[in-house]
């Protein structure tokens, strides 16, 4: 069954490329070239359309009945992606991150463990790295120092080799 593009399509070519105009280097700018080519007529079907446009013809099905379904409204509204809210609340990073900077924080399970016993909210170790690569939290510490070591002995001793060289 082929469709007349040119009259399914309510809105003028004008109306059209000044849409695209206006949409110029949007996510949705070329959901309206899409039109405006079926308009047009210059490619006869979404999936000569897809090709030109570097989509494949199953996304472009879905802008069409999306297009269908709801107008040009339809087709230029953008959703909210799919997949989970974040369990950790504002409150909770901010106490997380005031945490990680003083320095009572410094590994993945500590973390895990404060949210866990003070905010109530679980993660895995997974979960948590992941969260932290999110929000651009580096888990970034002091050098390491051994247990026996003995500040004012090396203290000493950087003075001392510092006067001999």
Do not use: N
Not at 5 to 23: D, F, M, N, R
Not at 83 to 99: H, M, N, Q, S, V
Not at 128 to 148: A, E, M, V, Y
């Amino acid at each position: 069954m082929w469709i007349d593009y040119s009259t399914a399509i309510t809105e003028s070519a004008a109306e059209l490329a000044a849409c695209e105009h206006a949409a110029r280097g949007r996510r949705w700018a070329d959901r309206v070239k899409l039109l405006r080519l079926l308009k047009s007529g210059r490619e006869r079907s979404l999936r000569r359309a897809a090709a030109v446009l570097g989509y494949t013809e199953r996304q472009v099905q879905r802008w069409w009945h999306a297009y269908r379904a709801d107008g040009l409204a339809g087709l230029l509204a953008v959703r909210r992606p799919g997949g989970r809210r974040e369990r950790i609340t504002p409150a909770a990073l901010a106490g997380l991150e005031g945490e990680m900077r003083a320095g009572r924080i410094a590994r993945l399970r500590e973390a895990q463990a404060y949210l866990r016993e003070r905010w109530g909210i679980r993660y895995s170790l997974d979960g948590l790295s992941g969260l932290f690569q999110r929000h651009k939290i580096k888990r970034k510490t002091g050098r390491p120092r051994h247990r026996r070591a003995d500040a004012a002995a090396q203290a000493a001793f950087k003075k001392s080799v510092r006067g001999h060289a």
